[in-house]
């Protein structure tokens, strides 16, 4: 059974201030790893997929990172606007129909 | 482009009746479409994988004549909760998996659901 567990649970930031997002996981298999944003009361937004180890990814002041274990959102000086709770989610390559297992998510809140 | 697309937004019901949900891919076709629920501060949890044609597959623990799912279409996909009550209020979202891109999930803006 494919395993994601996001660290930490919560993340307070001031203003400018860099930090980084873990997401671990267990798959047979990985087809794709993904990041999503989710803003409260909506739905998850897409950010990035990576697809092997070594492969990086970046949009505005986040970079996506993975390894055969884990994968990194780097959140470079960041704005309140990148408040948001980020969710990590992986696809099995044994999966049937494309299924995402997700983590619980990290929960970031950037203080002006 | 990937939009999609859910309608209502949010609704409330009185315990006893049903709710149609609908979902749509608006600028893509969908092979595969999702829907999953969220509850207050925990992440999504799958209920059922639906594809166009065909009966939907229901994840354990998911009653799937309470919830009934149809796929008419490469742009449409219901969720039906028939009988609601209080304990189905949550959060219902959608996805969809574009037709010549069957990786990446696109969510809908999801369905606040309240049951009196």
């Known amino acids: 059974e494919d395993q994601v567990t996001q660290s930490p649970e919560a993340l307070r930031l001031q203003e400018g201030e860099s930090s980084s997002l873990n997401c671990s996981y267990t798959?047979?298999?990985?087809?794709?790893l993904f990041w999503y944003r989710q803003d409260p009361g909506k739905g998850p937004e897409f950010l990035f997929t990576?697809?092997?180890a070594g492969e990086e990814k970046e949009k505005e002041r986040l970079k996506a990172t993975l390894t055969k274990k884990e994968s990194f959102l780097h959140i470079t000086a960041p704005k309140p606007e990148d408040s948001a709770t980020y969710l990590c989610?992986?696809?099995?390559?044994?999966?049937?129909?494309?299924?995402?297992?997700f983590g619980a998510g990290t929960t970031v809140t950037v203080r002006a | 482009g990937a939009v999609v697309s859910q309608h209502p937004s949010w609704v409330i019901c009185k315990s006893g009746t049903s709710v149609k949900i609908e979902c749509r891919s608006l600028?893509?076709?969908?092979?595969?479409m999702f829907w999953y629920r969220q509850f207050p501060k925990q992440s999504l949890m799958l209920m059922a994988t639906?594809?166009?044609?065909?009966?939907?597959?229901?994840e354990q623990g998911v009653e799937k004549d309470k919830f009934l799912i149809n796929h008419a279409s490469l742009t449409l996909s219901t969720l039906t909760v028939t009988s609601a009550h209080p304990e189905d209020s949550s959060f219902y979202i959608c996805s969809a998996v574009r037709l010549v891109s069957t990786d990446t999930q696109y969510f809908g803006p999801g369905t606040r659901l309240t049951v009196l």
């Open positions: 989610a992986v696809q099995d390559w044994g999966s049937n129909d494309y299924k995402l297992s």
């Open positions: 798959v047979s298999g990985l087809r794709g």
């Open positions: 990576l697809y092997s």
């Open positions: 639906s594809n166009e044609g065909s009966k939907a597959t229901y």
């Open positions: 600028d893509f076709q969908a092979t595969t």
